[in-house]
């Protein structure tokens, strides 16, 4: 069978609704994205590299939460390709044979794809070259302080871009295939840590190949002296149309369950070092191509290339004449990149709040609340069937001093109030009793409630459940003045986005 080579000459599951309008996917700036630096892996197991936005929502959990999940994922690594079987093949075929499928299907395509020896994309030095490298000094020294910063700004550009195509190559090379042929790990791990691999090698393959054939045009042309010439058609072509819709499709394959990969990774390791994965990776980041990075430091290169586009293109529209139908042209595909980068974040994010759901199902436990009748549509509850907005820990105060430890979740219409037991592993959906005659719902449709601040207490706020038996008062207290400004946001953005959908679907039924 002829092998297709990656060379320097060659070239989803289901989206999840959005979770609300306070989640929307924001555009990250430049400082916050972190550098993976050369020299032994700097990156902490915690570190992940994801966006800022996405940090911030698994930073909020409690130390006993962090512990929990620790606890739950270390307990499931041993079922791991069971509880992936939904990512690599058909629920109709018994889990065996899906394995052995999917090992067949890798297997086929290794055979058809490999990395040529010698590919020129490997030795491809990370440190950007000065423009001084290719170009004349003469013509540099006469270029105009702007002009020369564009020409900098796109020097970075195209040689990142061929940088990043040698990083996906060594995580094929290195990594993916001999993980496939010495079977290492499950084929379902595999896919979980690499998904379509090959795909975005072939994509930033032939993007580094736009751009490199670009750059011997502009050379023809004695015009340029050596330099580069306009980008933005070119750009425009990439993220635009066909090649920008299978860009976003093929990186958010890639990126959306890279944390729960990156999560099993750090168990794995952490669990036993000396396990046949544990073994491997010792040997594979000792290879000279990894320049002392570790696997942790590699998988997330997809998504920082996609949260560099916008930055890059910014800076060189910034540096370009204006107006001009170039600077349109950049400011167009710096708008696109972005809708990428969203798009990307939107299905990362919405694939970690479902598995999210499904781990807090698991541990939720409804019988308490199954045995009573609230008169309403409760009583089994799934949270799997909502999407999950926020969660973590609040504090409901009672008027006597009371007080209970919740772990509470805000779910697309719902709000869920949960009390941990025993080690914190098990979540109980439990009835609260602050007196004799009242008996409070743990979980609370959005729509009839009302948050309001506290105004003599940074840390609290109030949720009034105006239900038709008399309106309920519940005081939530948060950790910090911050977590509560959090948590009221979005309680009152998700309150009033219910109200209005609500009040459009009515307005609607009756026209």
């Known amino acids: 069978m002829r092998s297709r080579a990656f060379s320097s000459h060659s070239p989803s599951a289901r989206f999840y609704r959005h979770a609300s ?4 996917s924001s555009y990250q700036n430049e400082e916050e994205l972190r550098d993976v630096k050369r020299g ?7 570190g992940d590299l994801s966006p800022p936005e996405e940090s911030e929502e698994r930073s909020r959990r409690t130390h006993s939460d962090a512990s929990s999940d620790d606890k739950l994922l270390a307990s499931s690594i ?39 020896e010698g590919d020129s994309d490997l030795e491809v030095e990370t ?21 020369k ?27 993916y295939k001999p993980m496939v042929m010495q079977n290492v790990v499950p084929p379902d791990v595999v896919k979980l840590f690499f998904a379509n691999l090959d795909q975005l090698v072939e994509i930033h393959g032939e993007m580094s190949m736009k751009m490199r054939n670009a750059v011997e045009e502009w050379k023809r042309d004695s015009a340029l002296n050596g330099l580069f010439g306009e980008i933005g058609a070119l750009m425009e072509s990439m993220f635009d149309g066909e090649n920008g819709k299978r860009l976003m499709e093929a990186t958010s394959a890639f990126c959306q369950h890279q944390q729960h990969a990156l999560d099993i990774l750090r168990q794995r390791c952490k669990k036993d070092k000396d396990d046949q994965l544990g073994r491997f990776l010792a040997d594979a980041e000792c290879n000279p191509l990894c320049r002392k990075l570790q696997l942790k430091d590699m998988l997330p290169v997809e998504m920082q290339r996609l949260v560099k586009y916008p930055l890059l293109l910014e800076t060189v529209a910034k540096y370009t004449n204006e107006p001009s139908e170039e600077q349109t042209k950049l400011l167009n595909s710096v708008n ?17 709040n479902l598995r999210r759901l499904e781990e807090l199902q698991r541990r939720l436990d409804t019988a308490p609340y199954d045995k009573e009748n ?7 509850l799934n949270l799997t069937n909502y999407k999950l907005v926020h969660d973590g820990a609040l504090t409901w105060r009672f008027s006597r001093g009371k007080m209970v430890e919740l772990h509470v979740v805000l779910l697309e219409d719902v709000l869920v109030l949960l009390t941990k ?32 601040e506290k105004a003599n207490d940074k840390r609290a706020f109030f949720i009034v459940n105006t239900v038709e038996r008399g309106a309920q008062i519940y005081e939530l207290v948060a950790a910090t003045a911050t977590e509560r400004k959090t948590w009221f946001k979005l309680i009152s953005d998700q309150i009033d986005f219910v109200k209005r959908e609500n009040t459009t679907g009515t307005q609607t039924s009756v026209e």
């Open 40 to 46: 032994r892996s700097t990156l902490p197991w915690g």
């Open 421 to 452: 037991v025993g080690d914190g592993q098990k979540l109980l959906l439990k009835i609260q009793e602050p007196s004799k005659d009242t008996r409070w719902s743990p979980i609370l449709p959005l729509a009839p409630l009302i948050a309001k």
């Open 78 to 116: 041993s079922r791991t390709p069971a509880d992936l079987a939904s990512i690599s093949g058909s629920s109709s075929m018994s889990h065996a044979s899906m394995a052995e499928e999917e090992a067949r299907r890798m297997l086929e395509k290794i055979e058809k794809t490999a990395v040529a």
């Open 336 to 352: 696109l990149a972005k809708k990428i980068l969203s798009a990307v974040n939107t299905s990362k994010r919405n694939t970690e």
């Open 21 to 24: 309008p306070a989640m929307v």
């Open 127 to 147: 440190e950007i070259p000065p423009l001084d490298s290719f170009v004349g000094w003469e013509v540099i020294r006469h270029l105009k302080p702007k002009e």
């Open 149 to 175: 910063k564009r020409q900098e700004v796109i020097n970075e550009l195209f040689h990142t871009e061929r940088t990043h195509v040698r990083n996906l190559k060594v995580l094929y090379t290195v990594f």
């Open 374 to 380: 609230f008169g309403n549509d409760f009583n089994s």
